[in-house]
């Protein structure tokens, strides 16, 4: 075996650093990749590779931030930024509430079914955002606590996002190294069937027993959801005016309180409730409502055309010196002032405390008292003036309402993204970056919020695994460690291979960047298959799926991180229910791609 060039065993050196810095969590992920990115630049300006100018070192290190693997990551983050904004995926999300109130074990199937099914064009990150508050809703509702259902949940997103080159941006990078070294282009859906053949001997383990090796947080983990109080108006047209409220009562979530002695609703239209901001919601779309004058609401969002801001809805919380304790809502003259609407009103005390007035909703008549929790809409810079003026505290981040008449526009533009690529009629790239812009110019995603589609941290990760990539392969560090790893395995038939490639990359992903063992485990697959004689493609997807089976630690993909404290979850939740299955997974995807590529 022959002796790693000094190139080589520099490379070897900064990919293992690089690995260390992740592991550690010594610093942030984007210091890590410039120092990575500005070692390669003055190593091989310094230290030329063979035959090259240092010039060429500078172009090798940079060359990732203008790489179309990376423009394609971006434009897709755009693409899921403008279906979150507009809303076109909350019908999902009322559809799961629905059939989780009707069975909660049929629930959580179609739970996994769905978000399987979007992540394969969502990336992973907006999909499990998306299903956070939902989980949560059902469990405050008597549901499947959420520590029992959000493992799962997370771990069938990666599934999905496994299933197509746009699912996730570890796939694009994979496919886009493998192109840059030779394999010939794959689709949107090349290896969509090998993942879910495998995602369906997974799926019963994740329904059935995940849950079961999962802790019941229920208790320890999270406060009872605030319920507001809030007085909701019918519109004239509304078919709930002059309904009885027992009728009413069936049609409204379970969660809501009607709090009216009549049997009717009033002839002014005025309905007094109380029930979570979730429960406001949702009974607001089932009567036709508004929990504010319509004709504020309708002020407010005519506001969007003239200023461009969003509605935003947040919780402020009334201190001790807020002028607005003992003055009611018409006093305080909000609406004409900040321009601001409120929906209604956690108060700190009951109802029935002597030295407050019972307030029976968020009417013009309600009088504030410290430690009263404001639930508001507006726009942004107006909510803002409201909390200085009144001296309010931002409670929670603010959550902007969906543009939802832009829902169906943004689906048909996400539509036009994907399907010319799934079937070859242009590269994912150029109808990505068309998308992007399409949800840009039609309003979908705002130009000055495109800063909130993309993530700085992903974009310098990418690129600087586009750079260690290349200088493992240049350097020929790929090569070195390829043959070194061949000398082990070239006594094992194909699948005992394809196992051991996607075992050594999957424990890369569970401890480090899942990016970062992308760029390094796909020019060893190249080396691998000349050493080995077994075709490359199989051992580029072994690398790619070993990216993606990130379900054994916290630390192995931001959204294990994103779950760890809703479900109040430890270190060993995750390797209780994740390293079984991780070993499911590899068993089965080997066998899948021995079969699919005939090398048995």
Known sequence: MTVPSPHAVAAILLTGAMFYGFVSGRARVEIISLLTISA??????????????????????????????????????VLGRGLVTTGALEPV???????????????????????????????????????????????????????KTLIPVNSAVLIGGMATTIGTSTNLLVVSIAGDLGLPPMTVFHFTPIVLMAAAVALPFMWLVMPRLLPDNSVESGHEPRHFLATLRLGAESRARERPLADLRKRLPPGLTIREDRRTTSPDGRLVVSGTHGD???????????????????????????TGEDLTVVELSVTGDSPLIGRGVAAANVAERYEVAILGIHEARPLWHADRPANVGAGSDTVFSEGDIILATGA????????????????EGAKELPRSAKAPLALAIMAGAVVPASIGLVPIAISALGGAIAMLVTGCVRFDRIGRALSGKVIVLVAASIAIGRIVLESGAAEWIGHFIALGLQFLPAAGVLGAVMLFVTILTNFASNTTAAAVGTPIAFSLAGELGIPVEPLVLAVLFGCNLCYATPVAYQTNMLIMSAGDYEFRDYTRTGLPLVALMIVTLSALLVYRYGLY
């Open 280 to 306: 406001l919601e949702e009974a607001m779309r089932l009567l036709g409502a508004t929990a504010a004058p319509a004709w504020l609401m309708q002020r407010l969002r005519s506001g969007y055309g003239k």
């Open 40 to 77: 390669i630049a003055l190593g091989l300006y310094t230290f030329p590779l063979p035959g090259q100018a240092p010039t060429d070192g500078l172009k090798l290190a940079f060359e990732g931030f203008g790489h179309y693997a990376l423009i394609t990551i971006c434009a897709l983050m």
């Open 380 to 395: 942004l810079p107006g909510l803002q003036r409201f909390a200085r003026a009144e001296n309010l505290l931002f409670l």
């Open 93 to 147: 999300s009322r559809l799961l509430i629905r059939v989780w109130r009707f069975n909660g074990q049929i629930g959580l199937l179609v739970t996994l079914l769905l978000v399987m099914s979007l992540s394969m064009l969502v990336n992973d990150t907006p999909v499990l955002i998306l299903m956070l508050p939902i989980m949560a809703a059902i469990a405050a509702n008597g549901g499947m606590p959420a520590s």
